[in-house]
């Protein structure tokens, strides 16, 4: 039995959520829902209490709880609805979702459009293969980062982070400056994938080593952990006998990355990419099945915000003129990752574009004095220079709606040349 | 004397070398490429600076307060800043933009809240 319907639904209220929504608004549609499973909206941004969002978009550095304001403001002055502590449970291809809240218990709720932007999460143990016990003490670290700063609660003492990304990396400076002792940081690959001003503003400030090119290889403790092994690794990444060090720590830190959190996509019957976990969409964020569109951290791994944004943006406009009839079209060319190139969204491109289409991908590797182009039938149809493409950073390719005419149906690749380079 | 930095302006990363006299003061840099990375490195090797975030408990409000400081500081005033912020404990309700303590350190920083509580 459905107990509502509205026109378009969208899931999660963080930024993704957040902008979406308030695109469809501007865009016309007055029959708007928001769900959020947590108790506010703004989604990891919470957590997230350092400085550093938001220069692209609003050309000033906000810290994440400010940044996720301007949006919750934004979309409070449009009388959008946001309704928290709503979980979705499922989304049919039909578009009814089934969600449950304490307050309105459990509902079928049916919409003309849905908006997926339920964000990702952090990959976990099982996933990274770690060896050694199972005791207490490991946490990945978005986790340390919400005890730490939205529960008030410190995961230990003595430290170490396996993995550089950017979240390890701020949780390093976090820790220590609460007053816990971070011995080291561990990467396995030669360089790190986080940014340089956190290298150093939040290892070189402190002391803390950076030690590339090394894995953890142990993990020692009966119900809370002592001691890790760390080892340096070879080539392949496999661990170099003798370079062993033993660290005396009672609380390591996961930072290996994000996956898009996509069991309400899959169960919808979504085509998933497998490059990047999330659905596959065309320019306008549509997913396999239509009316339901994608963006944001559940669509692809973003690790800057102000893109999330302007990404989701796009497929609230989207929806909403689906809802009116205007999202007819067909596909007409699929853009395939091509050397050098990982994950690139959209997957595919309809006739009848309105806009350039903006490609986003992440380089397999470093490469300096490098070009990105993107081919198809043996013509080029985009190309970008840049001093610099690392795989930390979210590369972008325009592609002009002028380009693609006269191109006939077929698949479009997208390449990267340069130099490869470590570190 | 001789000092080797990397710039954090943008991910190309420039190492730079920078000569400073005997009194700590900058004389040169070289190895950047643009001139943001110039301007960086004399004020990273004469006067650091850091913008720093915290936390502090809420008595009232189940989610601590998240804090920043109005400017950047010098960044070896970050210890006794932490410290300080750890004595604290303000009341709900806390608007984002309040400011929490003033000219903290007597560094022209004030502590504004950055999240409503
Ligand atoms: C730990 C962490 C740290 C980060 N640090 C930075 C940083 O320092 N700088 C930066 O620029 N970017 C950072 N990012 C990335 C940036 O925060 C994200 O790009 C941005 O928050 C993504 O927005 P989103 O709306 O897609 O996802 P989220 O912010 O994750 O929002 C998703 C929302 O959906 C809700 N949701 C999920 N499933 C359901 C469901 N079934 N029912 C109802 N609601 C649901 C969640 O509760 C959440 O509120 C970080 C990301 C993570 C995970
Ligand atoms: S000097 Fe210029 S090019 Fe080099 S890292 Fe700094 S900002 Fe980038």
């Known amino acids: 039995m459905i107990d509502l319907h509205v026109g378009v639904l969208v899931i999660g209220a963080g930024p993704a959520g957040l902008a979406a929504a308030v695109a469809a608004h501007e865009n016309g549609t007055d029959s708007i829902l928001v769900l959020e499973r947590e108790n506010e909206p703004g989604g990891i941004l919470r957590q997230c209490i350092h400085n550093g969002f938001g220069l692209h978009r609003f050309n000033e550095e906000l810290t994440g709880p400010e940044y996720a304001q301007r949006d919750i403001d934004r979309a409070r002055a449009a009388g959008i609805p946001i309704e928290c502590n709503t979980t979705v449970l499922s989304v049919s291809a039909g578009r009814v979702v089934t969600c449950v809240s304490p307050e309105k218990g459990f509902r079928q709720i049916s919409a003309d459009a849905v908006i997926l932007a339920m964000g990702c999460r952090e990959r976990p143990r099982g996933a990274l293969c770690t060896p050694g016990t199972r005791c207490a003490g490991i946490y990945s670290a978005g986790t340390a980062q919400r005890f730490v700063n939205m529960e008030g609660y410190m995961p230990g003492k003595r430290v170490v982070i396996l993995g550089s990304g950017d979240i390890g990396l701020i949780m390093a400076r976090r820790m220590t400056l609460q007053g816990a002792k971070v011995l080291a940081c561990v990467e396995i690959m030669p360089y790190s994938s986080g940014l340089k001003r956190n290298i150093v503003q939040c290892l070189d400030d402190y002391g803390i080593p950076l030690l590339l090119g090394h894995t953890v290889t142990d993990i020692r403790g009966k119900e809370r952990l002592t001691g890790v092994t760390v080892a340096e690794v070879d080539g392949s990444r496999n661990p170099i006998p003798g370079t062993e060090q033993d660290f005396e720590c009672d609380t390591l830190l996961l930072s290996c990355g994000l996956i898009p959190e996509n069991e309400l996509t899959s169960g919808a019957g979504i085509t998933l990419s497998p490059a990047t976990s999330g659905a596959v969409v065309d320019e306008r964020f549509e997913t396999s099945v239509p009316g339901i569109f994608a963006c944001g951290n559940v669509l692809h791994v973003h690790d800057l915000v102000d893109y999330v944004s302007e990404e989701s943006a796009a497929a609230g406009l989207a929806a909403s003129e689906y809802i009116r009839g205007k999202g007819k079209k067909e596909l007409r060319w699929s853009v395939v990752d091509g050397p050098g190139v990982r994950g690139t969204v959209p997957q595919q491109i309809s006739s009848g574009l309105q806009d350039d289409v903006r490609l986003m991908f992440r380089p397999s590797g470093v490469f300096k004095n490098a070009v990105a182009v993107a081919e198809s039938s043996g013509k080029e149809i985009a190309r970008k220079k840049a001093m610099i493409f690392t795989p930390g950073e979210m590369a972008l390719l325009n592609i002009r709606k002028e380009a693609l005419s006269g191109i006939p149906e077929g698949s479009i690749t997208v390449r990267i040349e340069g130099e490869i380079q470590h570190g | ?117």
């Open chain 2, 1 to 117: 004397m001789d000092k080797v930095i990397i710039c954090i302006n943008c991910p190309v990363g420039c190492r730079m070398n920078v000569k400073l006299a005997e009194d700590g003061s900058f004389l040169s840099v070289s190895g950047n490429t643009c001139p943001r990375g110039a301007r960086y490195a004399e004020q990273e090797c004469t006067a650091p600076l850091r913008m720093v975030t915290a936390v502090i408990p809420v008595s009232g409000a189940a989610v601590p307060l998240s804090v920043k400081t109005s400017v950047p500081v010098p960044r070896e005033s970050i210890g006794g800043i932490m410290k300080q912020l750890s004595l604290l404990s303000v009341r709900a309700p806390v608007s984002q933009g309040a400011v929490i303590v003033s000219n903290i350190l007597g560094t022209g920083a004030d502590i504004i809240a950055t999240r409503n509580v």
